[in-house]
């Protein structure tokens, strides 16, 4: 079974946020990037352990420019046997979905897995977008997915429970939280990406429907006030009037 994961870069949640250009465009400056650990934790370590049980390969990609080749090597560290970088800025989702599903499309995959959504911008867009792009059915925020020849039965939370999906060979799926846990790369994982391919593409010509016009930081945080036990009419009168939630 061959398998496609799509992995993109995000910024460590440690990472100071900042903007520059009057707010235009976000500031790298200082900013440690790591593997979005969606893709990561559920969409690649879900990936590797169907192919330890079934066989197959597992590809990772992502669309983004030569300072993203040290987190796709942490992705290969973990397990991946190859690596596809599609050589360009991903500007927007749709962009993004179209490049990888143009890739997958050409390269006969028999899943393609994403991460539910990416930490830093919260879309949940290119799962289906790609599945979209390449007429396959698409499966969202699935907690389980088990491999029995080209069926897959697949769990995702409903309201008051669980739906059970049953689905054929191939498809696209996004990876919710229960789909796998988090694997740390060893030593010998981190030795071995080192020599496995990374292998750059050119992207396709593809039309841009979004742009980003500004960014905004969240507004400070007021300074916690201190209230005496013994002085309850204050405490009210501050929910009531300042809070506004009595």
Known sequence: MKILVCISKTPDTTSKIAFTEGNTKFDENGVQYIVNPYDEWYALVRALELKEANGGSVTIITVGTANDDSVIRKALAIGADEAIRIDTEPTDAYYTAMQIANYANSNGFDLVLTGKETINYNGSQVGGMIAEAMSLPFISLASRLDVNGSTLTLETEITG??????????????????????????????????????????????????????????????????????NMDELVSLLHNEAKVI
Request: with cysteine; glycine share 4%; hydrophobic share 40%.
């Open 161 to 230: 429970g669980l739906q059970v999906i049953e689905a054929q060979l191939p498809l696209v799926v996004s990876c919710a939280k229960g789909m796998a846990e988090q694997r740390i790369p060893n030593m010998r994982g981190i030795m071995a990406a080192r020599t496995k391919p990374l292998t750059v593409i050119a992207p396709t010509e593809n039309e841009v429907f979004t742009s980003f016009e500004s960014y905004t930081m969240p507004e400070a945080k007021s300074a916690c006030k201190m209230i005496s036990p013994e």
